[in-house]
């Protein structure tokens, strides 16, 4: 089975991160754009004042140091030519990687006890996944095809929860992740728990792995 977090689906979770490899912001968007034929661009970046880390936007607070768009017309400074990423990330080697959704994919994200909870029960399952992410701030993300983020308000209801009662979201046209090796602030890098891999090339629809998510997020309030 494709290397993945190990995970209980019971209150005592246990799970490590598969070990990532060493790459630079600009070696790993040009892999993306490269292998997955990802639109990618660079965000915001971390600089050391007075020993920590802070965000290139200058904003002492930022909610997402280092990990977010670095200008406002960042959904036109993406591309999936492997060629211009090397070109943007000359000018600022350090700048996060950031993938904009709705475009190649989407993504459901939710919090992550209820992700490694979903994900134990997808493998068990056998569901086909594509690539999940999990941030610092602890949330997990699934790769979805895009359109996906549409469907699941009413896919939620079929399933007979109130969307607005599960933390489930779904990221679309309009919306971004950070990808790795991309670093938040002091709180950590962004990792994979399944990396992008030939195997896994195909996304699942958001129908596929609703189910597991939704009860996963249900378990989780």
């Known amino acids: ?57 200058g904003n002492a607070s930022c909610p997402a140091p280092g990990a977010h768009p670095a200008r406002p017309d960042w959904a036109t400074q993406a591309t999936g030519s492997a060629t211009v990423v090397r ?71 079929k399933l007979g929860w109130v969307p607005a009662s599960l933390d489930l979201v779904a990221l679309g046209e309009g919306a971004y992740v950070a990808a790795p090796p991309t670093r938040v602030g002091a709180r950590g890098a962004v990792q994979w728990a399944r990396r992008p891999t030939p195997a896994n090339r195909w996304l699942p629809d958001a129908e596929e792995l609703i189910s597991a998510l939704a009860y996963a997020c249900g378990r989780d309030r």
Not at 39 to 49: C, R
Not at 118 to 123: H, I, P, T
């Open 87 to 157: 070109r943007l990330w000359q000018r600022q080697p350090t700048a996060s990687v950031l993938l904009p959704t709705g475009r190649t994919f989407d993504v459901l994200s939710v919090p992550e006890s209820a992700g490694f909870l979903a994900l134990a029960r997808m493998e068990r399952m056998a569901l086909t996944l594509g690539p999940v992410a999990l941030s610092p701030d602890r949330r997990m993300q699934f790769f979805v095809l895009p359109g996906g983020s549409l469907k699941v308000p009413e896919l939620v209801r």
């Open 1 to 57: 089975m494709e290397e993945t977090i190990a995970a209980a689906e019971d209150s005592q979770i246990a799970g490590q991160i598969p070990q990532q490899r060493g790459e630079s912001p600009q070696e790993a968007a040009v892999r993306y754009a490269e292998e997955r034929h990802w639109d990618v661009f660079p965000g915001t970046w971390l600089e050391p004042v007075a020993g920590m880390p802070r965000c290139s936007c």
